[in-house]
């Protein structure tokens, strides 16, 4: 088995600051691209920020600038820094890790459960 336990969420004022992290446990071969995605009420998830084993890195232009994603590969832990948070950033965040489990394994998307950003004055 393998789980996704995201941290770090809550409620925040316009241009707060949060820090999530996401660390993945169990058995674990590799991993191999881990990302933030986020869904708000009402509309579809879609992606925050992503960032490969070696550590290249994507983000949604709506965050470009003010979100920071990073990873410890030795804690199987990605962070994500939020800075300059807007009310409309306030949603479901849940992390992402595609990994294999076995070195003959396939590759597969596993999820965690989300944590709720909420930012609001």
């Known amino acids: 088995q393998v789980q996704l336990a995201e941290s770090g969420g809550g409620l925040v004022q316009p241009g707060g600051s949060l820090r999530l992290s996401c660390a993945a446990s169990g058995s674990i071969f590799t991993i191999y691209a881990m990302g933030w995605y986020r869904q708000a009420p009402g509309k579809q998830r879609e992606l925050v920020a992503t960032i490969s084993s070696g550590g290249s890195t994507n983000y949604a232009d709506s965050v470009k600038g003010r979100f920071t994603i990073s990873r410890d590969n030795a804690k199987n832990t990605v962070y994500l820094q939020m800075n300059s948070l807007k009310p409309e950033d306030t949603a479901v965040y849940s992390c992402?890790?595609?990994?294999?489990?076995?070195?003959?394994?396939?590759?597969?998307?596993?999820w965690g459960q989300g944590t709720q950003v909420t930012v609001s004055s």
């Open positions: 992402n890790a595609d990994l294999k489990r076995f070195q003959l394994g396939v590759r597969k998307d596993y």
